[in-house]
């Protein structure tokens, strides 16, 4: 198996980890945000840690590496904060679909930090993802839900901001494994102080449902972290839109909820600009390719 189909792979089971993520959370009930997250968090900083010990791999960064991997865990943890509460507040698909615009804002910030020049389709499929935003979004107009709204989109420009730092502290060379862990230890100390303040006593089932999630997040973040490491994000990233169809099936079959005519638009928008800015990378990396 090469490196492509491994990164591939991860994708695939990152993207199913995420979408049972979400049902867990949504099945936890009217607790604060910070609380689930919290749970989500320390969990998965609980298994990154036990990995560490058995591999005998000590905790330790480059010095250069250290601005990434902070900004890294800042926007990692906003986007987290606002995809919690979004989850609670709009239908499944919806959430999941605008939490998919993160690869194309990739695309922006990784020019902006990394000084990656983005090509002519690649901005041309950003403004076609955006068209279909304003198709997912549209009932927000109506019903007084745009804050939820926005707050997703939020979500989704923070996740890309995460997933170019994770990209750069990965180049230079910083364990997978110690990534996951500083990511999950950061996140859970910084949401502490808040879950303490607000804490909500939880029943048996809630918290079964919080240790679901935390452990679906940890295959999520371990698959989405080893997807980068073994492939980059333009060969791999379209197969995560796979999480969309896990959610239609959740949103439907668990939560009977119905998906408008416009949202599904908007979904066929969004993931054809990304399909559209796939083919187009593959086609020009067969053209560089060595005959």
């Known amino acids: 198996m090469n490196n492509k189909t491994k990164g591939i792979l991860c994708v695939l089971i990152s993207s199913f980890s995420f ?8 099945y936890s009930g009217d607790l604060p945000t910070t609380q689930k997250v919290f749970f989500r968090n320390i969990i998965a900083a609980i298994v990154a840690a036990i990995i560490l010990y058995k591999s005998n791999e000590k905790v330790k960064v480059q010095k250069k590496s250290i601005p990434s991997l902070l900004a890294r865990c800042v926007f990692g943890i906003t986007a987290m904060l606002c995809n919690f509460y ?9 959430v999941t679909i605008i939490a998919k615009l993160g690869p194309f804002f990739t695309i922006i910030f990784c020019y902006l930090f990394l000084k990656e020049i983005p090509r002519a389709y690649q901005i041309g499929g950003i403004l076609i993802a955006f068209v279909g935003v304003y198709f997912v979004a549209n009932p927000a107009f109506n019903n007084g839900s745009l804050v939820n709204y926005i707050i997703a989109i939020t979500g989704a420009v923070c996740m890309g901001l995460a997933y ?5 502290c990965l180049n230079k060379g910083e364990s997978k494994s110690i990534i996951v862990f500083i990511f999950s230890l950061f996140s859970s100390i910084v949401c502490l102080p808040l879950f303490l303040f607000s804490y909500t006593p939880m029943t048996s089932f809630q918290l079964i449902m919080l240790l679901g999630a935390g452990l679906s997040a940890t295959a999520g973040q371990f698959g989405l972290t080893y997807a980068y490491y073994f492939a980059s994000a333009k060969d791999v990233s379209i197969y995560d839109y796979s999480q969309l169809i896990w959610a239609a099936l959740y949103s439907y079959i668990l939560f009977n909820e119905k998906i408008l005519l416009h949202s599904i638009i908007g979904y066929i928008i969004i993931t054809s600009a990304a399909v559209y800015i796939f083919l187009k990378e593959q086609k020009t990396k067969i053209r560089k390719a060595p005959y």
């Not at 170019?164 to 750069?168: A, K, P, V």
């Open 19 to 26: 979408c049972t993520m979400n049902v867990f959370i949504r």
């Open 86 to 94: 979004a989850v609670d507040h709009l239908l499944l698909s919806d």
């Open 164 to 168: 170019t730092f994770l990209r750069s």
